[in-house]
Nanobody, 125 residues
Framework: QVRLVESGGGLVQAGGSLSLSCPASGLTFNTHTMAWFRQAPGKDREFIAA????????YYADSVKGRFAASRDRGKNTVYLQMNSLKSEDTAVYYC??????????????????WGQGTQVTVSS
Protein backbone atom coordinates (compact mmCIF):
# COMPACT_ATOMS: atom_id res chain seq x y z
CA GLN A 1 0.00 0.00 0.00
CA VAL A 2 1.41 3.35 -1.08
CA ARG A 3 1.48 6.03 1.56
CA LEU A 4 2.51 9.68 1.24
CA VAL A 5 2.28 11.89 4.32
CA GLU A 6 2.89 15.63 4.05
CA SER A 7 3.98 17.68 7.04
CA GLY A 8 5.40 21.11 7.75
CA GLY A 9 2.48 23.32 6.87
CA GLY A 10 1.29 26.13 9.10
CA LEU A 11 0.72 29.84 9.45
CA VAL A 12 3.46 32.23 8.38
CA GLN A 13 3.72 35.94 7.65
CA ALA A 14 4.25 37.19 4.13
CA GLY A 15 7.94 37.11 3.29
CA GLY A 16 8.56 34.17 5.58
CA SER A 17 9.57 30.59 4.86
CA LEU A 18 8.23 27.09 5.39
CA SER A 19 9.63 23.68 4.59
CA LEU A 20 7.33 20.81 3.69
CA SER A 21 8.34 17.17 3.74
CA CYS A 22 6.67 14.07 2.38
CA PRO A 23 8.01 10.61 3.20
CA ALA A 24 6.84 7.90 0.81
CA SER A 25 6.34 4.21 1.51
CA GLY A 26 4.98 1.26 -0.41
CA LEU A 27 6.54 2.24 -3.72
CA THR A 28 9.94 2.16 -5.37
CA PHE A 29 10.88 5.73 -4.53
CA ASN A 30 13.86 5.90 -6.85
CA THR A 31 11.78 5.16 -9.94
CA HIS A 32 9.03 7.71 -9.32
CA THR A 33 8.77 11.36 -10.12
CA MET A 34 7.70 13.24 -7.02
CA ALA A 35 5.60 16.35 -7.38
CA TRP A 36 3.98 19.07 -5.34
CA PHE A 37 0.58 20.54 -6.11
CA ARG A 38 -1.60 22.99 -4.24
CA GLN A 39 -5.27 23.81 -4.13
CA ALA A 40 -6.80 27.02 -2.85
CA PRO A 41 -10.50 27.27 -1.98
CA GLY A 42 -12.62 27.46 -5.10
CA LYS A 43 -9.69 26.82 -7.42
CA ASP A 44 -8.36 23.85 -9.35
CA ARG A 45 -5.42 21.85 -8.14
CA GLU A 46 -2.29 23.63 -9.38
CA PHE A 47 1.12 22.20 -10.26
CA ILE A 48 3.93 23.68 -8.18
CA ALA A 49 7.05 21.59 -8.63
CA ALA A 50 8.29 18.18 -9.68
CA UNK A 51 11.55 16.38 -9.21
CA UNK A 52 12.42 13.38 -11.33
CA UNK A 53 14.03 10.19 -10.13
CA UNK A 54 17.61 9.45 -11.08
CA UNK A 55 19.29 12.74 -11.78
CA UNK A 56 16.71 14.75 -9.84
CA UNK A 57 15.89 17.28 -12.53
CA UNK A 58 13.44 19.83 -11.18
CA TYR A 59 10.54 21.66 -12.79
CA TYR A 60 8.61 24.60 -11.37
CA ALA A 61 5.51 26.61 -12.04
CA ASP A 62 6.32 30.15 -13.07
CA SER A 63 4.46 31.44 -10.02
CA VAL A 64 7.00 29.88 -7.62
CA LYS A 65 10.20 29.79 -9.67
CA GLY A 66 13.05 31.35 -7.75
CA ARG A 67 11.16 31.15 -4.44
CA PHE A 68 10.46 27.43 -4.00
CA ALA A 69 12.91 24.54 -4.23
CA ALA A 70 12.10 20.84 -4.41
CA SER A 71 14.57 18.18 -3.34
CA ARG A 72 14.54 14.48 -2.57
CA ASP A 73 16.49 12.18 -0.27
CA ARG A 74 16.65 8.66 -1.63
CA GLY A 75 18.00 7.32 1.64
CA LYS A 76 14.91 8.58 3.49
CA ASN A 77 12.42 8.09 0.63
CA THR A 78 11.36 11.67 1.23
CA VAL A 79 10.63 14.66 -0.97
CA TYR A 80 10.89 18.21 0.32
CA LEU A 81 9.60 21.62 -0.70
CA GLN A 82 11.44 24.64 0.65
CA MET A 83 9.24 27.71 0.30
CA ASN A 84 10.77 31.16 0.67
CA SER A 85 9.47 34.70 0.20
CA LEU A 86 5.94 33.46 0.76
CA LYS A 87 3.04 35.55 -0.47
CA SER A 88 -0.61 35.61 0.54
CA GLU A 89 -1.48 34.02 -2.80
CA ASP A 90 0.55 30.96 -1.79
CA THR A 91 -2.15 30.11 0.75
CA ALA A 92 -3.53 26.67 -0.12
CA VAL A 93 -3.53 23.02 0.81
CA TYR A 94 -0.29 21.51 -0.45
CA TYR A 95 -0.16 17.93 -1.70
CA CYS A 96 2.68 15.67 -2.66
CA UNK A 97 2.19 13.12 -5.39
CA UNK A 98 4.09 10.24 -6.94
CA UNK A 99 3.96 8.87 -10.45
CA UNK A 100 5.87 8.04 -13.58
CA UNK A 101 4.74 10.66 -16.09
CA UNK A 102 6.61 11.49 -19.24
CA UNK A 103 8.38 14.83 -19.02
CA UNK A 104 5.86 16.67 -21.17
CA UNK A 105 3.03 15.61 -18.85
CA UNK A 106 4.55 15.94 -15.41
CA UNK A 107 2.59 19.12 -14.69
CA UNK A 108 -0.72 17.24 -15.00
CA UNK A 109 -2.33 16.04 -11.78
CA UNK A 110 -3.98 13.17 -13.66
CA UNK A 111 -0.53 11.66 -14.31
CA UNK A 112 0.00 10.92 -10.61
CA UNK A 113 -1.80 7.90 -9.13
CA UNK A 114 -0.54 8.39 -5.59
CA TRP A 115 -1.35 11.35 -3.34
CA GLY A 116 -0.92 12.46 0.22
CA GLN A 117 -3.69 13.90 2.36
CA GLY A 118 -2.41 17.47 2.11
CA THR A 119 -1.09 20.05 4.53
CA GLN A 120 -2.46 23.57 4.97
CA VAL A 121 -0.21 26.55 4.31
CA THR A 122 -1.58 29.93 5.29
CA VAL A 123 0.32 33.14 4.55
CA SER A 124 -0.88 36.24 6.32
CA SER A 125 -0.33 39.62 4.73
Amino acid sequence: QVRLVESGGGLVQAGGSLSLSCPASGLTFNTHTMAWFRQAPGKDREFIAAIKAGGGTTYYADSVKGRFAASRDRGKNTVYLQMNSLKSEDTAVYYCAAGTPITSALRLASMYPYWGQGTQVTVSS
